[in-house]
């Protein structure tokens, strides 16, 4: 049994985590702001994970085997938690993005090594506070939130690069949502004039990777992601078959495109995981159930 701590698990992805790790065994704390409970027999500590002296402050004495960082946005939130759980903890397991790549410009399917976060530049006095530049710099924050912890050579972490992520009746990203209503409404979907597939990965799938993540003990960077690249056309296909209406694609040559459409290519080299002893299904044989729970619930 270990004691994990999960970081913002009581939502999509966290909640199926924390439920994973607590039937294998383990004992788990989550810490978020109160506004959600975890699964039931999780331990619940209410701190903001922004605040270092009341995150110091909530934990106490608590020390963990592992710790798994759901909502580490920024290098600045990344240097408070590696200052506050650094010596409270053996490894260190940061779920990070496809979009550490997004300068990647490349067809293949990119490696780990694309974007090695020991040679990142970390800029601390960026303003990463502000929510509109975290979210203009999304991957740019992740990049150089994994460079904190990589840049520490006694420090063991791990960052999971993770694909797009779809199904759930709790998406709350309302992504496939946007397709569903458009759909049903004959209106257009806007598109790049060369659109672009990319790589996503199945909920389920995912957390049942970070959970083997924290009972293993391997270090670094690795991606995840399923076999098996979408296009926007084949989330439509799927989203079409469980509305009845039909896609419209407007092709727009700049500006604001719709969810999952993508001006680049986004595919990532799982060699890694497989090496690891983990295989993602391919797309194929979950899309269809993935867009269904998330179509149903959005009715």
Not at 135 to 147: D, I
Not at 249 to 254: I, L, M, T, Y
């Amino acid at each position: 049994m270990l004691h994990i701590c999960v970081i913002g698990g009581s939502r999509y992805i966290g909640k199926r985590l924390v439920q994973r790790l607590l039937t294998s065994g383990h004992e788990v704390t989550v810490i978020n702001r109160g506004s959600s409970a975890p699964p039931a027999g999780a331990r619940l500590v209410v701190a903001d994970r922004d605040d270092e002296e009341a995150l110091e402050a909530a934990l106490g004495p608590m020390a963990f085997d592992v710790v798994i960082d759901q909502v580490c946005y920024t290098p600045r939130q990344a240097a408070v938690a590696r200052r506050v759980l650094g010596s409270r903890t053996r490894r260190y397991v940061m779920t990070s993005t496809v979009e550490v790549y997004e300068h990647q410009d490349t067809a293949s399917p990119v490696r780990e090594d694309a974007v090695d976060p020991r040679t990142v530049a970390v800029d601390l006095d960026l303003p990463w506070d502000d929510p509109e530049f975290g979210e203009a710099h999304y991957g740019e924050g992740k990049r150089q939130a994994e460079a904190v912890f990589a840049q520490d050579p006694a420090f063991p972490y791990v960052a999971v690069r993770v694909a797009h992520v779809l199904g759930g009746d709790d998406d709350f990203t309302g992504r496939i949502a946007h397709y569903a209503d458009r759909i049903r409404a004959g209106a257009p979907i806007a598109v790049p004039v060369t659109n672009h597939p990319a790589t996503y990965v199945y909920v389920d799938d995912i957390a049942d990777f970070l959970a083997r993540t924290a009972e293993a003990d391997f270090t670094g960077p690795v991606n995840a992601a399923s076999p098996g690249p979408l296009t926007t056309g084949d989330i439509c296909a799927a989203v079409e078959a469980h509305t009845g209406g039909r896609a419209v694609f407007r092709e727009v040559e700049a500006g604001e495109v719709s969810p999952f459409s993508f001006r680049r290519s986004y595919a990532m080299d799982t060699t890694r995981a497989a090496a690891l002893g983990h295989t993602f299904g391919h797309t194929s044989g979950w899309l269809a159930r993935a867009v269904g729970e998330t179509v149903g619930a959005a009715r």
